[in-house]
């Protein structure tokens, strides 16, 4: 079965920058899309970034321009580089299948805050 585990959050002033991983176990990993949900405080979790198994990217006009997400196949990771960041980028950070059907991992946090 596949596990997830999300890392790289923290605390970040507006304007800054972070960058997200995501280890996947699981020999399919390289076969799939992949995506970057987020949740924040009392809202519903978002999809904000997609990347397929060829490599083509999509991604939520909220985030489009500042954020961007890659894979390594290798490593069996998928990454979300995170630029400009604001305060309504705050949310815990998950990533997963676009269809979301994957066992979700703990997430990280974010949090853009002066």
């Known amino acids: 079965q596949v596990q997830l585990v999300e890392s790289g959050g923290g605390l970040v002033r507006p304007g800054g920058s972070l960058r997200l991983s995501c280890a996947a176990s699981?020999?399919?990993?390289?076969?799939?899309?992949m995506g970057w949900y987020r949740q924040a405080p009392g809202k519903q979790r978002e999809l904000v970034a997609v990347?397929?198994?060829?490599?083509?990217?999509n991604y939520a006009d909220s985030v489009k321009g500042r954020f961007t997400i890659s894979r390594d196949y290798a490593k069996n990771t998928v990454y979300l580089q995170m630029n400009s960041l604001k305060p309504e980028d705050t949310a815990v950070y998950y990533c997963?299948?676009?269809?979301?059907?994957?066992?979700w991992g703990q997430g990280t946090q974010v949090t853009v805050s002066s």
């Open positions: 699981g020999s399919i990993f390289s076969l799939v899309a």
């Open positions: 990347i397929t198994s060829g490599g083509s990217t």
């Open positions: 997963n299948r676009p269809d979301g059907l994957l066992p």
